[in-house]
Nanobody, 123 residues
């Protein structure tokens, strides 16, 4: 059993920054991949970023260099730094874990999910 807890969401003005954190506990493995997804009202959940146990990361195209994912294996945490936020980034952001060492953007590859943290960007 794996537990994922997100934190760091909030309300920010356009152009601002937030740092999201995901704390993992339970039966995790160093080879797990961790991803961030988001879901806006009325829209499907979409991939934001993922980081593999090697530290290699992938990002969705809409990120355009604004977000950075990182992981601290010693603390079992993954962070997502959000910069240059836009109103279109408003969504609930979810942290997710995949048992695949080289997981990609597919939602189906992630087997454990956190409860989500709300990010609201005002114009």
């Amino acid at each position: 059993q794996v537990q994922l807890v997100e934190s760091g969401g909030g309300l920010v003005q356009a152009g601002g920054s937030l740092r999201l954190s995901c704390a993992a506990s339970g039966r995790t493995a160093i080879t797990d991949s961790i991803g961030w997804f988001r879901q806006a009202p009325g829209k499907e959940r979409e991939f934001v970023a993922a980081i593999r146990w090697t530290g290699n990361a992938d990002y969705a195209e809409f990120v355009k260099g604004r977000f950075t994912i990182s992981r601290d294996n010693a603390k079992n945490t993954v962070s997502l730094q959000l910069n240059s936020l836009e109103p279109e980034d408003t969504a609930v952001y979810y942290c997710a874990l995949s048992r695949l060492p080289y997981a990609t953007y597919r939602v189906s590859q992630f087997v454990s999910w956190g409860q989500g943290t709300q990010v609201t960007v005002s114009s």
